[in-house]
């Protein structure tokens, strides 16, 4: 009897358990395209950065270069 009654609930709970697996699929690819998002911000801050310092450098006196990059 207890073999039956275990079938048969686990029968009924398996569709739920697929159902939460690709929720749970679908909420962690959710969270890796944000962090790829921030990631990817993060990244062209970084490179906008750079580059303006390499502007203020380039522009600079070369006599006092040593001030400009302070």
């Known amino acids: 009897m207890d073999r ?13 358990g697929i159902q939460a697996a ?18 990817a911000y993060a990244l062209a801050k970084a490179r906008y950065e750079a580059q303006r310092a390499r502007r203020q450098y380039a522009v600079a006196d070369p006599d006092n270069r040593l001030v400009a990059g302070a």
């Open 4 to 16: 039956a009654v275990d079938a048969t609930v686990l029968a009924a709970l398996q569709p739920a």
């Open 22 to 39: 690709l929720e749970a699929l679908a909420q962690v690819a959710t969270q890796q395209d944000l962090q790829r998002q921030a990631l």
